[in-house]
């Protein structure tokens, strides 16, 4: 399989690796096109996304290296722009779509931080009902709609601390309604979802997002995938890619081309 992915970070961000180091990782890995994807400025929580300075010199360093490297791999230039994110899009190749966020009671809370964030928010801001921050989570990504993006991130990263269903049942009919409705919003902009693979490197799963229900429900509404690593580290990139790209074949997924 041809190696691409889309899906990186580096420590423009909250990434661990420099960019030149990923991208002479990539090269040595024999990667066709990296995709470089900094998180996008959220003036509400500045911990982890690229500021408006940082995002200025993360482009002038990724067009430096596609002159630089421009004969080994093809690089783009591209971010990851959060639901509740507001930048000019037209500084970038492309963008990946993705929800880190639920907003309630004006407060932005953290979908991926930990586990006792989100067990909090279900009793402080939901009233002790774990489906109804499952529900605004879904409700978030269909904000996703109404951005211009190329990539749909990590569909299902509620799920990030979910391993064995230790907080909810994925099986449960709220949760997959409102999975279901937010892939019915997203489906339309004819965009591919992403399969994931990061969250298995950093030991939260041992699957990617999204998970095979999800996976075979976007498949059966005529959505497409590709492959992503959510690389934070330059030898986490393309991480597993031939497993899953076996394992999506034998669920009959419509690849992105």
């Known amino acids: 399989m041809v190696l691409k992915d ?56 990724i067009t430096l290296l596609k002159e630089k490297y421009g004969d080994k791999i093809n690089i783009l230039c591209g971010i990851e722009l959060d639901a509740y994110s507001d930048i000019d899009m037209s500084l970038f190749d492309y963008a990946i779509g993705s929800a880190h966020y639920i907003k309630k009671d004006g407060c932005y809370i953290p979908v991926d931080l930990s586990a006792d964030v989100l067990q909090n928010a279900v009793s402080e801001h939901f009233g002790g009902d774990v489906y109804a921050l499952t529900e605004a989570y879904y409700g978030t990504v ?37 999975a279901v409705k937010a892939i019915d919003v997203l489906i339309k902009k004819n965009i591919p979802f992403e399969i994931n693979t990061g969250v298995i490197i950093r030991g ?24 992503n690593s959510d690389s934070h580290r330059s030898d986490m990139l393309c991480f597993e890619f031939e497993k899953w790209y076996a394992h999506a074949n034998s669920r009959k997924v419509n690849w992105f081309e």
Do not use: W
């Not at 230790?166 to 449960?172: A, G, L, R």
């Not at 229900?213 to 497409?224: A, H, P, R």
């Open 6 to 61: 889309y899906h990186v970070h580096t420590t423009y961000c909250d990434g661990k690796s420099t960019a030149e180091e990923t991208v002479k990782a990539a090269i040595s890995r024999g990667v066709h096109t990296l995709g470089f994807s900094g998180h996008s400025y959220t003036p509400f929580d500045t911990d982890y996304c690229m500021t408006p300075e940082k995002t200025e010199k993360y482009i002038n360093e």
């Open 142 to 178: 269909e904000l996703l709609f109404d951005k211009k993006i190329d990539i749909i991130g990590h569909f299902d990263l509620i799920t990030k601390f979910n391993q064995k269903a230790v907080m909810f049942d994925e099986q449960h009919p709220r949760y997959i309604n409102a």
């Open 204 to 227: 939260y799963k041992d699957r990617p997002y999204p998970s095979d229900l999800i996976l075979d429900k976007i498949t059966e509404k005529g959505g497409s995938f590709l492959l």
